[in-house]
């Protein structure tokens, strides 16, 4: 494994992630791959992740899909993680080189800040998850651009959260549910973005997908609970700095989700949509 920081930038940027970085809020990411792994393996395989690829995953986090992306590119490719939290992936990184093939290296950046990578281009650029949390989506779509050979693909995976609720609309989960989408938009995030990738691909100059598709989970109400409350404990800051609610109706809230996870009730978790483009085989880096 390899830790690198061979990327050009400007001076870093505060970190965008409204949702904090504590053990709770990485328990919770290494969760959430979890269920979306099935969803990722179609994705990767759809989009054309062959044996001896590069690719690159933007926003690796807890390095959960770079062991999909080595699954399938072998000993002879490359997968390349890059993340502005260095704690959280380097640890993901080294635990994945001791049980697998050494083709993992990682890049300490921000993508809002980082102008150029020495290992690009790529035969697959992807990001999942991350353009929910930048301030422009379009510029870091461009940037991802960039980094694609001639012939590769770019391939974005991002949540539409309006979409999530309760099967059987238990009020604890709805209040939960618009607190924390409330809380997101005070912060500035695009909570509907997922759905409007096709189009942001157009804005940043990239052209109409090759493909994009949606997919959901329903889980049963202890598990969701479960993680809608770790949700709820990493928005905590933002709902109160906004003042959204106070430490009191929190702890309300959370007691009463550990209530509601006996329910025979499910829950519609957040759209996933997947949405990629290759490049033309003719096009050189810009």
Known sequence: MH???????????????????????????????????????????????????????????SCDVMRLMADRVGAAGRVVGMDVDAVLAGHAIEQLSQTGPDVYSFIMGDIAEVTRINQAPFDLVFARLLLFHLADPVAALRRLWEWVRPGGTLLIMDYDITVTRSAAQIPVIERTLRLC?????????????????????????????????????????????????????????????????????LTRLEFDLRAAAGSDSFMRWPDLTATWKRKPAADAMN
């Open 3 to 61: 830790m690198r920081a061979d990327v050009e930038h400007r001076e870093s940027a505060l970190d965008a992630y409204v949702l904090g970085r504590t053990q709770r809020e990485y328990e919770r990411l290494t969760r959430q791959a979890q269920i979306w792994e099935p969803v990722t393996r179609q994705a990767l395989e759809r989009a054309g992740l062959e044996a001896g690829h590069s690719v690159l995953d933007a926003g690796c986090g």
């Open 181 to 249: 989408n409330d809380t997101f938009r005070r912060c500035g995030r695009d909570i509907e973005i997922g759905t409007r990738i096709p189009s942001l691909f157009i804005e940043a100059g990239i052209g109409s997908p090759d493909a994009c598709t949606v997919s959901s989970v329903m889980l049963p109400a202890a598990p969701s609970t479960h993680m809608l409350g770790d949700l709820l404990d990493s928005l905590r800051p933002q709902i109160l700095r906004h003042r959204l609610a106070d430490q009191h109706a």
